[in-house]
Every structure is written in C-alpha cells, then in structure tokens.
C-alpha cells in the first residue's frame, strides 16, 4: 500500500530555530504539494513542484520559507528562522500530473509548534 | 479567482439519518471538484471526484456527490449515517482551464455522528 511518508510527525522548537520537514512522495509520482492547515486559514497552499521544478510557491513567505526537491523520492520544507505563526500542520501531497484533474495523496502532516 | 463555500462548519445527525454537506465554488469555468475527509491527527483521504462524464459521483464509504452546473454546487450525501463517518469533510477544486493542479479547499464541515 503506497504513502506518502513525511518526517518528523511533531516538532516542537523555539522561536528563531531552524525546521526542516522531509516528504517522500510515492514513488512514480511526478507532482508534489506543500498545504499549510491552521485553524485561522484552514488548508493553504504553499508551494508546488512538478518533475523536482518548483511550478508554484506564492503562497509560501519568501524571506523565511524555502522548498526543495533534491531528487525524485524527497521534498524538502524549510523554515528559517521560524516564528510562533508558523505553528501548523504543514502536509504534503504526491500526485501523477493530469492537469488538475488527478487524485493527490496526502500524508500524515507535520505537526509543528514554535514556541 | 477560485472559491470554495462550505455551507455549516459544524453539522450534528443522528446515527442512520442523512448527511448532507454542502459545497459551492466560484469560478469562470467549471473545475474539477473533490470531497476529502480527514479523521482526527491524520492527512486528507479522497472520498470523490467529479472531472467529467456522469455528473452523479460515487464514492468510497457510501458518499456521493452531485455536480450541478446551474447552482454550481457540489454536496456531498450518504443516505444512512454511521458513527465511523465522524470526520471533518472538505470540498477543494482545481483549475480545469489552466490545467494548475493545486487545490484550492473549502473552510470544512466537521461532521458529528449522534448514537
């Protein structure tokens, strides 16, 4: 049974640190989302990728955030240095790209806390 | 612009009854639409999806869903609640004109099943 898979599960850290959250995507899925869900602004897209190219990042804060996929089978989200409104579940999706009409795969989320 | 309304944050039935949930969308050219459902601390799982074809969706666990151009709706039905379909539901679309395949969700419906 294929997953999405992110690392870790929950991190908790101080203002200022540095996080680093891992998704590996199924394998043989060629498109990879980063959704941020707060109870403010619900579910919020923070950056897409197709083929490893980054397609889409407005919605992720420039100066702070950054998204990587080193290679096919990790995306990488960074926050740098991270503040208490970052505080979120921050999930990640893997999908095959059928022009927006495919099924993403979510995975279990990164619960993140910033004190 | 695309927009997703949920109509009731919160819906409470009785065990057995019927779940109506309810979604419009905003958009100059009909989307692709979906129905996720996220049980407590986990990711998105999609319960349907309407891209083409039969406009009457069924789905996993017994939900269907109906896209209705004229009141560009979408909700979503199961005919007899039971109480594992506690959840919290969301309607998300994705852009059939420009092909971009990130959802955009609706605020979501948490879904209370009465014994």
């Known amino acids: 049974d294929a997953r999405v898979t992110q690392t870790p599960r929950h991190k908790v850290t101080e203002m200022g640190q540095e996080v680093t959250m891992r998704c590996q995507p199924i394998l043989g899925h060629n498109t990879v989302f980063w959704y941020r869900q707060t109870m403010m602004q619900g579910l919020e897209l923070l950056a897409y990728f197709r083929n490893r190219a980054p397609l889409d990042d407005s919605g992720m804060p420039k100066d702070r955030f950054s998204a990587e996929m080193p290679d096919a089978t990790l995306a990488t989200l960074k926050i740098q240095p991270s503040e208490p409104r970052d505080s979120a579940v921050y999930f990640c999706a893997s999908g095959l790209g059928e022009q927006g009409a495919g099924t993403q795969y979510f995975g279990p989320g990164t619960r993140l806390l910033v004190l | 612009a695309q927009s997703v309304t949920q109509l009731g944050s919160h819906v409470s039935v009785s065990e057995g009854a019927l779940v109506l949930l309810r979604c419009n969308y905003s958009?100059?050219?009909?989307?692709?639409l979906f129905w996720y459902v996220q049980y407590p601390n986990q990711g998105l799982q999609l319960l349907l999806k309407?891209?083409?074809?039969?406009?009457l969706v069924k789905g996993i666990n017994g939900f269907e869903a109906e896209f209705k151009k004229s009141e560009t709706s979408f909700h979503l039905t199961k005919p007899s609640a039971h109480m594992s379909d506690a959840a919290e539901y969301f309607c998300?679309?994705?852009?059939?004109?420009?092909?971009?395949?990130?959802?955009?969700f609706g605020s979501g419906t948490r879904l209370q099943v009465q014994p």
């Open positions: 958009s100059s050219v009909p989307p692709y």
């Open positions: 309407y891209t083409t074809g039969a406009t």
């Open positions: 998300a679309v994705s852009d059939q004109g420009t092909g971009r395949r990130a959802l955009t």
